[in-house]
């Protein structure tokens, strides 16, 4: 929820300066008559494209923000959580893949080397 919070005022913040400092470039079209050249427009395409890309950064960042919000409320609003049941089994109760009321045997473990003790 902080990250996100952080996320979000890093993204408003450069989303404000980056409209202010752009606003007359993405005002105007992209032409001959604005560029001079198609370096120009290429130029003023790709600063539209980064800005249509800030915008929905800047609207995922916010959605992010709310649901963490939305789930952190939600989860401290009956300020108490509820103790989960568990069951405790006893030998006679297990049931196996072997059928009912049998213990499994436990694995032999398989080694390609032989494990050999030494008396050292």
């Not at 450069?14 to 120009?40: A, E």
């Not at 989860?75 to 059928?99: F, M, N, P, W």
Request: proline letters at 2%.
């Amino acid at each position: 929820m902080f990250s996100n919070s952080f996320l979000l005022l890093l993204w408003t913040v450069s989303f404000v300066l980056f409209t202010w400092w752009s606003s007359g470039m993405l005002t105007h079209t992209c032409n001959k008559g604005n560029w001079r050249s198609s370096v120009g427009i290429n130029i003023c395409r790709l600063f539209k494209a980064l800005f249509a890309f800030t915008c929905v950064g800047l609207v995922s960042t916010l959605l992010a923000t709310h649901l963490d919000l939305r789930v952190y409320r939600d989860d401290t609003r009956s300020s108490k959580y509820e103790q989960i049941e568990t069951k405790t089994l006893d030998v006679d109760q297990t049931h196996t893949a072997y059928g009912e009321d049998e213990v499994a045997a436990p694995r032999e473990t398989y080694h390609s080397v032989p494990v050999v003790a030494r008396d050292d």
